[in-house]
C-alpha cells in the first residue's frame, strides 16, 4: 500500500500494534505524514482479522505518501506479541516502536533518528527526563513507572531515566542480539533496554511528552501486567546495582563500542 516495490527500502520502519484503534488510527497517521521527515514505512500490527483499524488504514493508504503495511499478528494475541510480529515484518536499520492512540509525540521522531544517526544503538523517548512530561492516564500506573525509570536509573547507570516507554527508537542489532522471552503486556521495551544496557550498547535519551488518548479504550491491565516488570528491573540492579553480581552471563555484542563516546543529544 501506498508506494511501488521499486522503491528504495525505507530508512525506518514504524511498528505499531493495535487493538481496535478506529478512531485514532487517522490522526495517528495524519501525524506521521505532518511530523516526520524521515523516508519511514508504518507497520500496522492487529491481531484478528476483525479489528476495526483496519477497514481505516486501507482506506487512509493511498492517501499518504509513505508505505503502509498491514502485518497480522501471529504469534498469539496481545500487544507484546503484536510488537515481536511487526519487528520480525520490518527490514529497515532503524525500527521505531510507538502506539496507534496518539499519545506519542512524534515530532520528537527526527531528534530520535539524529541520536541513531550518532552512532545511538538504542534512542529512549524520556517522559521523566528534564524537558519530558506525562499529562494524564492512571495516576499509579504514572506513579509506578516514573518510580520504576528513575529509580533503575539511579541504582544502576541504565542511560535513562524511562526504561518502561515502549516508544523507542531501536538499531536492528539490537533486535536480532536479543530474543525476546517475555510473552505479555507492555514490557518489551524494559526488557530488550535491560539487556541492551548490560549487552554494552549505546543507550542514549530524548524528551517526550506523553498524553493520554482521547479516544477509544486502553487496554492496559495493571495488575496483570504489573509482576512482569519485576525480572528485568531485578535481573539490572543485581549486575549493576549493588556492584556485586557482575558475573552473570549476559550475551554480549560482538563489536560493541564504548556507551561513553554517546555524547548526550541535549
Ligand atoms: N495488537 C495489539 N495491540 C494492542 C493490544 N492492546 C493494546 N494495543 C495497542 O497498543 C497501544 C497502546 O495501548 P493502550 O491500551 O492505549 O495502552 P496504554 O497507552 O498503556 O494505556 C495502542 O496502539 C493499542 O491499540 C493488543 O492486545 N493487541
Ligand atoms: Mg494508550
Do not use: H
Given at each position: 500500500?501506498g508506494?511501488?516495490s521499486a522503491?528504495?527500502?525505507?530508512?525506518?520502519d514504524?511498528?505499531?500494534?493495535?487493538?481496535n484503534?478506529r478512531?485514532?488510527?487517522?490522526?495517528?497517521?495524519?501525524?506521521?505524514?505532518?511530523?516526520v521527515?524521515?523516508?519511514?514505512?508504518v507497520?500496522i500490527?492487529?491481531?484478528?482479522?476483525e479489528d476495526?483499524?483496519?477497514?481505516?488504514?486501507?482506506r487512509?493508504?493511498?492517501?499518504?505518501?509513505?508505505?503502509?503495511?498491514?502485518?497480522?499478528?501471529?504469534?498469539?494475541r496481545?500487544?507484546?506479541?503484536?510488537?515481536?510480529?511487526?519487528?520480525?515484518?520490518?527490514?529497515?536499520?532503524?525500527?521505531?516502536?510507538?502506539m496507534?492512540d496518539?499519545?506519542?509525540?512524534?515530532?520528537?521522531?527526527?531528534?530520535?533518528y539524529?541520536?541513531?544517526?550518532?552512532?545511538?544503538?538504542?534512542?529512549?523517548?524520556s517522559?521523566?527526563?528534564?524537558?519530558?512530561?506525562?499529562?494524564?492516564?492512571?495516576?499509579?500506573?504514572?506513579?509506578?513507572?516514573?518510580?520504576?525509570?528513575?529509580?533503575?536509573?539511579?541504582?544502576?547507570?541504565l542511560?535513562?531515566?524511562?526504561a518502561?516507554?515502549?516508544?523507542?527508537l531501536?538499531r536492528?542489532q539490537?533486535l536480532?542480539?536479543?530474543?525476546?522471552?517475555?510473552q505479555?503486556g507492555?514490557?518489551f521495551?524494559?526488557?530488550v533496554?535491560?539487556?541492551?544496557?548490560l549487552?554494552?550498547?549505546?543507550?542514549?535519551?530524548?524528551p517526550?511528552?506523553?498524553?493520554?488518548?482521547?479516544?477509544?479504550?486502553?487496554?492496559?491491565r495493571l495488575?496483570?501486567?504489573l509482576p512482569?516488570?519485576w525480572?528485568?528491573y531485578w535481573?539490572?540492579v543485581?549486575?549493576?546495582g549493588?556492584?556485586l553480581?557482575?558475573?552473570?552471563?549476559?550475551p554480549?555484542?560482538?563489536?560493541?563500542?564504548?556507551?561513553?563516546?554517546?555524547?548526550?543529544?541535549?
Amino acid at each position: 500500500m501506498g508506494t511501488s516495490s521499486a522503491d528504495p527500502p525505507p530508512v525506518l520502519d514504524f511498528v505499531v500494534p493495535v487493538y481496535n484503534e478506529r478512531e485514532n488510527i487517522e490522526a495517528f497517521l495524519r501525524q506521521v505524514k505532518t511530523q516526520v521527515e524521515i523516508p519511514c514505512r508504518v507497520l500496522i500490527v492487529y491481531d484478528f482479522p476483525e479489528d476495526n483499524t483496519i477497514p481505516e488504514v486501507t482506506r487512509l493508504a493511498s492517501l499518504m505518501p509513505f508505505e503502509i503495511k498491514l502485518v497480522e499478528n501471529t504469534l498469539g494475541r496481545g500487544p507484546l506479541n503484536a510488537i515481536r510480529a511487526g519487528i520480525t515484518a520490518s527490514t529497515s536499520e532503524a525500527v521505531i516502536v510507538t502506539m496507534a492512540d496518539c499519545s506519542d509525540d512524534l515530532g520528537d521522531v527526527s531528534r530520535m533518528y539524529a541520536c541513531y544517526a550518532q552512532g545511538a544503538d538504542l534512542v529512549c523517548a524520556s517522559r521523566y527526563m528534564r524537558g519530558g512530561g506525562q499529562i494524564g492516564g492512571p495516576l499509579i500506573k504514572g506513579l509506578l513507572s516514573r518510580v520504576a525509570g528513575i529509580s533503575l536509573r539511579l541504582l544502576t547507570g541504565l542511560p535513562t531515566m524511562d526504561a518502561t516507554n515502549n516508544f523507542k527508537l531501536y538499531r536492528r542489532q539490537v533486535l536480532e542480539t536479543f530474543p525476546v522471552e517475555s510473552q505479555k503486556g507492555f514490557v518489551f521495551a524494559l526488557e530488550v533496554t535491560v539487556k541492551a544496557f548490560l549487552g554494552g550498547f549505546a543507550i542514549t535519551e530524548v524528551p517526550t511528552i506523553w498524553r493520554d488518548r482521547t479516544a477509544g479504550k486502553s487496554n492496559f491491565r495493571l495488575l496483570q501486567w504489573l509482576p512482569l516488570y519485576w525480572r528485568w528491573y531485578w535481573l539490572a540492579v543485581r549486575a549493576r546495582g549493588f556492584g556485586l553480581y557482575r558475573s552473570i552471563p549476559i550475551p554480549r555484542k560482538s563489536e560493541s563500542p564504548p556507551r561513553s563516546k554517546l555524547q548526550d543529544p541535549m
